[in-house]
């Protein structure tokens, strides 16, 4: 089935844990200096909590980088999630035309593909489009993304969506892949993210917890 034969309404709509694979593109060192269109350690807390999830859900994570002896290693934080995994490093910068990173996507089965990149416009932009031809249906986790402006930001979403590109924040995904709390197994490691990673909502669930004697 193609991407453009795919719906966007309905409970199909949503995501699912086993449909849904996610490629992390270009979050290193260097991409990350060039970012100003949002606080870095935003991007950095919310692509983190979105590896984690990941995770958490059994969803394929294939980490990717750019001339990595240049651009710097993948951040620590995204690396300690997959530690035994090694970053696929390309010289595109479109990172699908690499073929190593399309057939690492494709090996996994799964059609739901989530993407987050630095920078949004370019790293993030160029696959996610690219990919929508392969008859997948794409989405781009936001605020898990940078760029070196606002406006280049903004550009690259709005390009994206004009193509069928879904965007989304890394705290969407990662509850739609819970999608409802009776599936207890994966409770505690939601509450865990949500308490390293959810601001003030962590904090105040932390607190909630306290006064239940749960915590």
Same mark, same amino acid.
């Given at each position: 089935m193609a991407a453009n034969d795919v719906t966007h309404t309905g409970l199909g709509a949503l995501l699912a844990p086993e449909r849904s694979v996610l490629l992390l593109i270009d979050h290193q060192g260097a991409q990350f200096a060039g970012l100003h269109n949002m606080d870095p350690n935003l991007v950095v807390n919310?692509?983190?909590? /979105?590896?984690k999830g $990941? %995770?958490?859900?059994? &969803?394929? *994570?294939i980490l990717s980088t750019v001339v990595e002896d240049r651009g710097g290693h993948l951040i620590r934080q995204l690396q300690n999630v997959f530690p035994g995994q090694k970053p696929i490093?390309?010289? *595109?910068?479109? $990172? #699908?035309?690499?073929?190593?990173? &399309?057939? $690492?996507?494709? &090996?996994?089965?799964? %059609?739901? !593909? !989530?993407?987050?990149?630095l920078w949004t416009d370019?790293? /993030?932009a160029m696959p996610a489009i690219h990919a929508l031809a392969d008859g997948y249906r794409v989405y781009a986790v936001t605020d898990a993304s940078g760029a070196t402006t606002a406006e280049a930001h903004e550009r690259g979403v709005q390009r994206m969506i004009q193509a069928g590109v879904v965007p989304m924040t890394a705290g969407t995904v990662i509850s739609e892949w819970q999608r409802d709390w009776a599936r207890t197994a994966t409770v505690p490691g939601m509450s865990e993210i949500m308490f390293e990673?959810?601001?003030?909502?962590?904090?105040? /669930? $932390? #607190?909630?917890?306290?006064?239940?004697?749960?915590?």
């Open positions: 919310s692509v983190t909590a /979105l590896a $990941a %995770k958490l859900f059994d &969803v394929p *994570t490093d390309r010289t *595109t910068i479109n $990172a #699908w035309e690499d073929q190593r990173v &399309v057939d $690492a996507v494709a &090996v996994t089965g799964r %059609k739901d !593909l !989530l993407i987050a990149g370019i790293c /993030l990673h959810g601001g003030s909502f962590g904090t105040s /669930l $932390a #607190w909630e917890l306290q006064l239940l004697g749960e915590g």
